[in-house]
């Protein structure tokens, strides 16, 4: 018995994009922009990808880097934090719950859940080791030179160099 190893011709792919009529004149990004994502928002809430693109101005820059919406479920936000973060959030879960419906003008999120995600602790984060001393600086204090010696010309003195040679935070 032989098989037939050959492929069917009648059986056609399904194509992974919609088909494109061709009008063979410029239309705006926009319009063709909806059929390419429509099958990725049925996987994921469009809501969520809305919420995720805006999150760090919702929540605020301190807790938008510490954490991140995983999953939106009926009226129930999922966050995903270290387990530090997650004590701090829920303690002001009101605070968020209501900036976020603000963002979307309306009730959608009713309560926050929490994942621990052990790759957004700050604690992990890599160590910088700090850069060796550079030569201090010191500079005359034209001002400072013509004062009498004792405490407060030193207290000046030592401010001044101290403010000359402190560290540059890093970036």
Known sequence: MEENLSPDKSKKRPSPLPQWKRH???SPLSTLIPPLVKPGFKKHSSSLAILLAEWPEIIGHNY???CIPYRLTGSALTLSCSGTTAMELSHISQTIIERINTFYGNNRVKSLRFVQNYSMDPSLSPIVEPSPPSEK??????QIEAMEEGPLKEALSTLGN?????RKPAP
């Open 24 to 26: 063979y004149v410029l």
């Open 64 to 66: 938008g880097f510490r």
């Open 137 to 142: 600086k010191t500079i005359p204090l034209s």
């Open 162 to 166: 101290a403010l000359i040679n402190r």
